[in-house]
């Protein structure tokens, strides 16, 4: 086996014999021996002896300098430094304490100079796409370091502080085997278990996959016992260590590693050790602030060390999630590998859920979970999803969705119609509009898709959940033998249907104080009877028995969608309905094409917010609700609210609900006088639409806030002075008139009063996921070219700042982590936010809230994101948040962009306030799940929500 140090060795005394033969022979001549063969005896005698010496010492001064390790400081002088791997000291110049004395690799000599080392780092993976001085900062930044050979120099389980540079020497890559994965601690001692079988699954190193063949590793194996005997009694023992596991590969020279460990922040997975039969190792640690900032700084160099990072295994658990969904044997079979499917979720741990693999019952996740599920999820065994409605029930089934539309007896909470053979029985789901209804038989739920990607993902993803965190309370309850916890669950329930026969309604205050001494016999935490309790109120003994019996006995049937081919599409009706409504708006026939000079804007928020700004509701009565607002709690006092009307706003839900009922009538003439409709029908998209008529409204009603900005945007613009304020605010009637002398639909001179005659808003209900192109289609093929401009707002995750601030997104990333497609290339498109900036939405929040602009990436779920995933956006595409619709929004519009369907002037507008913090920047990894599971107080989420709204509509209100 070729050995570095023999051949130094042998170098040295070669050149130690050459040295004996160019002496003068007056040093061999003082004892002149008489004999020919005396004379080769002892020719070698002092001289020779006098070389071998210094040869000796040579060779033992070399080895100190290649088994003595230091790290190089900025504070380490000049003396310390080896002559060898720095400027001779005649040179009389004073080098970086902390530059790289690197060798260039085609010499395999050791640089001399600042300019050698830029030539190698422009010749290093990702380091070559720097610019110069950034490539100075780099070098300047760098810690040189020293290994013995066999030395660990990352072990698996460490975290990455910085990002590794091979200098000199090679360093082995070794991944543990399972006895060796049991503590995420590495042992000190040597293991003597016997090598094993090496594993399926490849090992990523310096961008290649490299493995040793059965010779390689002989040879290697061969290699680490003739070296044994001269390594240094420390290393021996890490030496012995490895060879127990499965070497991966060598990092060389001008290779990299420890890349993705700074993007992730994650834990080494691997075991990176100095090459034992280097002469020696010399790395270049740059540290991780200096990898961030470059990050951050350079896209070519983010980019590139993305493609690397990306390549490994970030994304395989929501790909591998999502391959089970959509596979083609469940098309075929209509059945999907629930199971299966369910092993796949726990991989991905997502942000969260938490506790998943804790025996702790994660009641914040479950409760996430349970909120966007069926409510009678613990009664169900099958559940059937379709696209479309089984031709047999559809007319019934549409008359109970319209009547969950309206929310007939939803107020209630439920419909207590007794279920038979032939009911059919709507059934809400709290936190989704997804229309869902219970059949006849006993246990099958029949669910309507919003669309068949991202709505059946996010249901299997909760269900998920479910079934994870019953399983847990069932075992813990089940564990609970004297009394058996059936027994006190059946007394409880016994005690409750005897009442319900009676005709005893008990007050709910008391009922839960009947429950909760009941949860305290049962082998619970007070954490978690505080979280199921909060969860399910008075029915919590109830839940908790049915998921006794249930349990998770689930089938999920996913219709194959022929019947969809014969129906009209949701989505399509849900806009065809809108072009009828407006048209009857305006007095015209509601089959007609839409007249030319029509003015359409989108606006897709919560719809109670746009409402709220320009009705006259809450001007009218102000001095009500402002009374209520000082009084209620949560809102705490009004001079700290940056805008006194938001907190109004705030509080007009538990005014009419609570104190003011006898206002409901008069809220609802406040929006007919201003010719707001609400349109009922959503034709079980779930999406409740507002038809606003912007000519018709009364601007000296509206929000106090717009009225300010639009008399300073229409005086600056010299459109009128504030005498013909007045005049302008007042609403005109539509005029009945041809528009075949139209030119230009609405990007004219101003109409009447400079307002624009036909002007109406269609604030839609926030999409859902891939709901939203399907949406957006539809509407921009019956309206077209009459959409002025498309506004998108929001909640997101926040990847930076805290709960309660806005996002800008300059660009919108559509992530393909879920797709099992062999593009897996992010899709990035502009979001050009006209006539919107971020100076703007700082003076309308106000100081509390920050405004941060970036890129935001759509992700497929909120249960398929993780934290390894999310750094990856954050740091490798400078993502600010996270949310579900926006790239599908930005594709549809720069598809018919492209195709000449949408205007040449379309304005678009993506604007959203932080909802959670799923990285959990500020908060210990138990309250990561906390922080999305919570909603956001009244004071973290209205100011930045009016404000976007107010800054949308005062690009709305007003022609331009």
């Known amino acids: 086996m070729f050995d570095p140090r023999q051949t130094l060795n042998e170098d040295l005394l070669e050149e130690a014999m050459e040295s004996a033969d160019m002496s003068p022979s007056m040093e061999y001549g003082d004892n002149m021996p008489g004999s020919t063969s005396e004379v080769a005896a002892a020719k070698p005698g002092k001289g020779v002896a006098r070389v071998i010496e210094e040869v000796m010492r040579s060779i033992q001064e070399r080895a ?90 990352l072990p698996e389980g460490g975290h990455a502080p910085h990002m590794y540079i091979v200098v000199a020497g090679e360093v ?16 000190t001692h040597p ?93 270049a640690l740059l540290p991780l602030p200096t990898v961030q900032q470059l990050l951050g700084k350079n896209p070519s160099f983010s980019q590139s060390v993305g493609r690397q990072v990306g390549e490994g295994d970030i994304f395989i658990p929501v790909r591998e999630f999502c391959r089970y969904v959509f596979m083609p044997s469940a098309a075929m079979n209509e059945y999907l590998p629930l199971w299966t499917i369910l092993d796949r979720y726990t991989k991905i741990e997502n942000v969260i859920h938490t506790k998943l693999k804790s025996n702790t019952i994660d009641t914040a996740a479950w409760s996430y979970a349970l909120n966007r599920l069926p409510e009678n999820v613990t009664t169900t065994f099958c559940f059937n999803l379709v696209l479309a409605l089984p031709p047999f029930v559809a007319t019934r089934m549409r008359e109970e969705a319209k009547k969950a539309d309206v929310r007939h007896f939803l107020k209630v909470g439920k419909n207590k119609s007794t279920i038979n053979r032939t009911a059919i029985t709507y059934i809400h789901t709290k936190e989704r509009r997804r229309c869902t209804w219970h059949l006849g038989m006993e246990g099958k739920t029949l669910v309507l898709l919003r669309d068949g990607y991202t709505d059946l993902l996010d249901f299997l993803s909760m269900l998920c959940v479910h079934i994870i965190e019953s399983n847990k309370l069932r075992g813990r309850v089940q564990g609970l033998v004297h009394p058996p916890a059936i027994d006190i669950l059946d007394e409880y329930l016994n005690d409750r249907e005897a009442d319900e026969s009676a005709g005893v309604v008990r007050e709910k205050e008391f009922e839960l104080e009947r429950v909760q001494e009941v949860l305290k016999n049962l082998p619970l935490t007070k954490e978690e009877q505080k979280g199921l309790l909060d969860l399910w109120q008075t029915d ?81 009565h102000r001095q009500a609700i402002e009374e209520y607002a000082r009084r209620d709690k949560r809102l705490g006092s009004l001079d700290t609210w940056h805008v006194e009307e938001d907190a109004f706003y705030a509080s007009t839900t538990g005014l009419l609900s609570t104190e003011r009922t006898d206002l409901m009538d008069d809220y609802a003439k406040a929006l007919e006088e201003s010719g707001i409709i609400v349109l009922v029908d959503t034709a079980m998209t779930g999406l409740q639409v507002d038809i606003i008529p912007v000519h018709a409204l009364n601007f000296e009603t509206i929000d106090t806030v717009l009225q300010e ?72 093929s019956v309206f077209g070219h009459r959409i002025r401009s498309v506004n998108v707002m929001g909640k997101a995750g926040g990847l930076v700042g805290k709960r309660g601030d806005i996002q800008l997104p300059k660009e919108v990333l559509m992530s393909k982590s879920s797709l099992i497609v062999e593009d897996s290339q992010d899709e990035l498109r502009r979001c050009r936010n006209q006539g919107l900036t971020a100076e703007r939405l700082r003076e309308l929040a106000g100081p509390n809230v920050s405004v941060h602009e970036g890129r935001i990436v759509t992700i497929a779920g909120t249960m398929l994101q993780n934290v390894r995933m999310l750094e990856f956006y954050k740091r490798i595409w400078g993502c600010v948040g996270a949310e579900m619709e926006a790239s599908f929004f930005a594709r549809v519009i720069e598809d018919f962009f492209r195709q000449g369907i949408a205007n040449r002037e379309l304005e678009t507008r993506f604007v959203y306030y932080t909802s959670d913090l799923p990285l959990g920047s500020h908060a210990s990894k138990r309250n990561v799940g906390t922080s999305l599971s919570v909603p956001l107080t009244v004071k973290e989420g209205v100011p930045s929500l009016y404000a976007i709204a107010r800054g949308i509509l005062e690009n709305i209100l007003l022609p331009r």
């Open 64 to 153: 100190k300098s290649v088994t003595h390790k230091k790290f190089w400081h900025d504070e380490e002088s000049f003396e310390t430094c080896s002559s060898r791997m720095n400027h001779h000291a005649e040179d009389g110049k004073q080098m970086y304490r902390n530059m790289l004395p690197d060798p260039v690799i085609a010499k395999g000599v050791p640089t001399n100079d600042e300019e050698e080392m830029f030539a190698f780092l422009q010749n290093t993976e990702h380091f070559s796409l720097l610019r110069n001085d950034e490539m100075r900062q780099v070098v300047q930044a760098s810690l040189r370091r020293e290994y013995l050979p066999g030395e660990v120099v």
């Open 172 to 187: 082995e890559v070794f991944a543990p085997n399972e006895s060796s994965t049991d503590s995420p601690q590495r042992s």
């Open 191 to 283: 293991h003597h278990s016997p090598l094993k079988k090496q594993k399926k699954w490849s090992c990523r190193v310096g961008g290649a996959y490299c493995y040793l063949d059965a010779a390689q590793r002989d040879d290697l194996r061969q290699s680490r016992v003739f070296l044994k005997e001269e390594l240094c009694p420390e290393v021996l023992p890490l030496v012995e260590e490895c060879e127990s596991m499965t070497h991966c590969g060598k990092v060389k020279p001008g290779m990299v590693f420890g890349l993705e460990l700074c993007v992730l922040k994650d834990t080494s997975p691997l075991r990176y050790v100095a090459g034992i039969t280097s002469e020696r190792t010399v790395l």
């Open 540 to 620: 919590c003994l109830i839940k908790i028995y049915e998921v006794m019996m249930h349990r998770e006995e689930f089938n999920v049937r996913v219709d194959p969608g022929v019947s969809r081919k014969f129906q009209t599409n949701p989505f399509v009706e849900w806009a065809l309905n809108l072009r009828a409504c407006i048209m009857q708006k305006m007095g015209l026939n509601t089959h007609w094409l839409p007249p030319d000079d029509l003015c359409i804007d989108i606006v897709s928020s919560n719809t109670h917010c746009i409402k709220n700004l320009l009705s006259s509701f809450h001007r009218k």
């Open 709 to 780: 900005s639009l008399r300073r945007i229409s005086g600056r613009q010299g459109w009128l002075d504030s005498k013909s304020w007045l005049q302008m605010c007042q609403p005109r009637p539509l005029t009945k008139k041809s528009t075949d002398d139209v030119s230009s639909p609405f990007l004219g001179s101003p109409k009447h009063n400079f307002r624009l005659d036909r002007h109406f808003i269609i604030n839609m209900d926030f999409a859902f996921g891939a709901q939203a192109e399907g949406i957006c289609r539809a509407i921009f």
